[in-house]
């Protein structure tokens, strides 16, 4: 049983164009609740050995309102975040005189 919620989220989706999949090897987007970490689903898809998956977007649900208010679809790409720690190399002398050896 898909909540009422889900399923006028379909009904607006498919009023307004949009194709409702079975499996995600159909689709370009997969929505998810808000309640759901994306990013972690997004990893998934972006690392999954088919080609295919890799190119599929995960969005909340608001993502059909938002994309339907503003007459387009745009996925929103985020800044990849770079890796730890410090840039360069900092040199610390072993020993500060001839006298500390």
Known sequence: ???YFYDSCILRL???GG???DTDLGCDTVLVDVMYRKETLQTSYNTDNNSRLRKV????SS???HCIRNNQLVHRIPAQKGM???V???YV???LNKQNR
């Open 1 to 3: 049983m898909v909540p």
């Open 14 to 16: 498919q009023k307004h």
């Open 19 to 21: 194709i409702v999949v």
């Open 57 to 60: 977007y995960v969005e909340r």
């Open 63 to 65: 993502f059909v309102q």
């Open 84 to 86: 730890g720690g410090t």
């Open 88 to 90: 360069g190399r900092v």
């Open 93 to 95: 002398p072993l020993f």
